[in-house]
């Protein structure tokens, strides 16, 4: 989490989650954003097409909380330095995924304008693409690398 993400919603049918006093707001969003919690939510939401939990059964949720605010930003600390190494992992295949679909849209113009002959092309070995790494390309969703906070943590 990072500070910009104040005051947003994600959805038409939500229930504000407020930290109290003594709450570290970050330890409480990597709380909510836990398997545990989600699955809990999960498990006890009520609809098919529109799954929805009654914020009366949301609010009497036990949440693990260590005593002191300390602990707790020592625990976002230790998440944060843990989870550094992915985040940049992420970051960087991310970089790599908008680099590869620019020279895929590079070569398709190129290919349409004349600029490159592919007359009598024939796919080699190298050249085999399933299905899964070809939708991993196309274009039906938005990746951006995410930005940075300042603090050269994510």
Do not use: C
Request: a negative charge.
């Amino acid at each position: 989490m990072n500070e910009d993400a104040d005051d947003l919603i994600a959805s038409t049918g939500f229930a504000v989650l407020t930290p109290g006093k003594g709450v570290e707001p970050e330890y409480l969003g990597f709380v909510i954003q836990s398997s545990t919690f989600v699955n809990r939510v999960t498990a006890n939401s009520i609809g098919i097409a529109y799954p929805a939990i009654a914020e009366t059964v949301l609010g009497r949720f036990l949440v693990a909380m260590p005593p002191t605010v300390a602990e707790q930003q020592a625990i976002v600390a230790h998440i944060k330095s843990e989870s550094a190494p992915l985040d940049t992992t992420i970051e960087q295949t991310l970089s790599e995924i908008i680099l590869i679909r620019e020279y895929r849209d590079r070569l398709i113009a190129d290919v349409v304008t004349g600029q490159i002959d592919v007359r009598g092309w024939q796919p080699g070995p190298d050249d085999a693409v399933n299905d899964e790494d070809l939708a991993a390309l196309g274009d039906d969703e938005e990746i951006e690398p995410a930005e940075e906070d300042g603090d050269g943590a994510d």
